[in-house]
């Protein structure tokens, strides 16, 4: 079993260039979330995606949409990117019907903005 | 509004010694309780949960957490520290309702463990 799985691993942008960030579940799984964990700080939740619709969102603008595609595989776009944007993406993933089981979680894209 | 609450940034112990790392939340209901360890450029590994039942829950590497509802704490314990032990470690909690365990973390910030050999 490869666990979560995140590409890429390492990015470098620019200010107001786009970005996407790529997550494969874990095996079994059909539930992924985003979240985003700034230097310093614990991760914060971006949105959560279920049966290729987003489920929750957290507090973050609409710079910031996703995508899950058929396989439960899933993407995190963000556009327009500011400074602010700088920080390791972690995915998570998990099996909706799993009511008590935890979330995986991938190794994280670390991105910077230049 | 919901949040976790970690009161120290680094907690020292020398290795041999038992270690307690703290946390308090702020969650309405019957929230699921997590604690996640992250190594250097690593993502996060699950350690323990707590969902219902006895307050004492066991994990991996030899970690266990007290669960006390009347503190709102979820406290991540070791009997005998390991230097390998250290690590930055994230209690978290899922709120009760949509989704379960698979519903939205939300993290404290974060702390620093430091195990002395």
């Known amino acids: 079993d490869a666990g979560v799985t995140q590409s890429p691993t390492h990015l470098i942008k620019t200010r107001g260039q786009q970005v996407t960030l790529r997550c494969s579940p874990k095996?079994?799984?059909?539930?992924v979330s985003w979240y985003q964990q700034a230097l310093g700080q614990g991760p914060q939740f971006i949105f959560q995606?279920?049966?290729?619709?987003?489920?929750q969102r957290g507090n973050f603008p609409d710079r910031f949409s996703g995508h899950q595609f058929p396989n439960y595989s899933s993407e995190l776009n963000v556009n327009a990117l500011l400074l602010g944007d700088s920080a390791l993406y972690l995915c998570?993933?998990?099996?909706?019907?799993?009511?008590?089981?935890?979330?995986?979680f991938g190794p994280g894209t670390r991105l910077t903005v230049l | 509004a919901q949040s976790v609450a970690q009161p120290e940034d680094q907690v020292n112990v020398a290795e041999g010694n038992p270690l307690t790392v703290k946390c308090t939340y702020s969650?309405?209901?019957?929230?699921?309780l997590f604690w996640y360890v992250q190594y250097p450029n690593r993502g996060l590994q699950f350690l323990l949960k707590?969902?219902?039942?006895?307050?004492l829950v066991k994990g991996s590497y030899g970690f266990e957490a007290e669960f006390n509802k009347s503190q709102t704490s979820f406290h991540l314990k070791k009997p005998s520290a390991l230097v390998s032990d250290s690590a930055l470690y994230f209690c978290?909690?899922?709120?009760?309702?949509?989704?379960?365990?698979?519903?939205?973390?939300?993290f404290g910030t974060g702390t620093l463990l430091a195990v002395q050999p």
């Open positions: 998570a993933s998990s099996a909706r019907q799993a009511f008590y089981n935890e979330q995986f």
């Open positions: 095996s079994g799984h059909d539930t």
């Open positions: 995606y279920y049966e290729e619709e987003e489920r």
């Open positions: 969650v309405s209901g019957n929230p699921y």
């Open positions: 707590y969902i219902t039942g006895d307050n």
């Open positions: 978290a909690v899922s709120p009760p309702g949509y989704g379960g365990a698979t519903n939205k973390l939300i």
